[in-house]
């Protein structure tokens, strides 16, 4: 069965660095676009980043632009959040999203904490 175990948040003061991993199974994940989505406090979830199958092209939310980078690794089954200059609106709990024909999977979460 399809599984996405997410692992890296964390607590990180504002400016600070972090990588989040989604490690997938139960499926071909090279033939597979992945996701990042977030959701903070009382807000909707919403999507963060995407990256193609084979990582050639990759989409972000226009508040973590050049910020935030999403990479995948197909050897692995993983793919990655780097976050970068992290501010305190990054605070969210963070998943790791698949679109597999008619269902939708969703990791665990880990949480991610920007405060000083």
């Known amino acids: 069965q399809v599984q996405l175990v997410e692992s890296g948040g964390g607590l990180v003061q504002p400016g600070g660095s972090l990588r989040l991993s989604c490690a997938a199974s139960?499926?071909?994940?090279?033939?597979?676009?992945m996701s990042w989505y977030r959701q903070a406090p009382e807000k909707e979830r919403e999507l963060v980043a995407y990256?193609?199958?084979?990582?050639?092209?990759?989409n972000y939310v226009d508040s973590v632009k050049g910020r935030f980078t999403i990479s995948r690794d197909n050897v692995k089954n993983t793919v990655y959040l780097q976050m970068n200059s992290l501010k305190p609106d990054d605070t969210a709990v963070y998943y790791c999203y698949l679109k597999l024909g008619l269902n939708s999977y969703w990791g665990q979460g880990t949480q991610v904490t920007v405060s000083s």
């Open positions: 990256i193609t199958s084979g990582g050639t092209r990759t």
């Open positions: 139960g499926f071909s994940f090279g033939n597979y676009p």
